[in-house]
C-alpha cells in the first residue's frame, strides 16, 4: 500500500534551519500524478494543523504561523516535496506530517482532502 515517508527532522536551536522530504513509498510517483501535496504538524497536546501546501500547478498557501519563514517546494528530477524552515522557533516544535491527495480539485488544510499520508517526523526546537 502507498504511503508518504518523510525524512530530515531532527533538533535545531531557535532561529535555526532545517529542511524536510517527502516522497512516496513506491519511489514511482511522479510529482505531476499529485493534484495538491502538503505538510501538517501537531504539537503536543494539540490537534494537527495545516503548514504549507502546493497545487500541482505550483500554487503554494501557508499558514499565517509559518508565512515568510517556510517555503514548500517540488524538486521534479527526484519527485520529492521539501519544507524549508528557516529561523525556527520553540513553538515550531512537532511532529510533521506529508500528506498527499491524487484527485483533482482544490488544495487547502481540510485533511480529509488527502488520501495518502506519511507516519510524521519529529522537529524540536529549543529556545
Known amino acids: 500500500q502507498v504511503h508518504m515517508m518523510e525524512s530530515g527532522g531532527g533538533s535545531v536551536q531557535a532561529g535555526g534551519f532545517l529542511r524536510l522530504s517527502c516522497i512516496d513509498s513506491?519511489?514511482?510517483?511522479?510529482?505531476?500524478?499529485?493534484?495538491?501535496m502538503g505538510w501538517f504538524r501537531q504539537a503536543p497536546g494539540k490537534e494537527r494543523e495545516g503548514v504549507a501546501n502546493?497545487?500541482?500547478?505550483?500554487?503554494?498557501n501557508y499558514a499565517d504561523s509559518v508565512a515568510g519563514r517556510f517555503v514548500i517546494s517540488q524538486e521534479r528530477t527526484k519527485n520529492t516535496l521539501h519544507l524549508h524552515m528557516n529561523k525556527l522557533k520553540p513553538e515550531d516544535t512537532a511532529v510533521y506530517y506529508c500528506?498527499?491527495?491524487?484527485?483533482?480539485?482544490?488544495?487547502?488544510?481540510?485533511?480529509?482532502?488527502?488520501?495518502?499520508w506519511g507516519q510524521g517526523t519529529q522537529v524540536t526546537v529549543s529556545s
Open positions: 502546493i497545487r500541482r500547478d505550483g500554487t503554494t
Open positions: 513506491t519511489y514511482q510517483y511522479s510529482l505531476e500524478y499529485w493534484g495538491c
Open positions: 500528506a498527499a491527495s491524487s484527485r483533482d480539485g482544490a488544495c487547502d488544510f481540510w485533511e480529509g482532502r488527502y488520501n495518502f
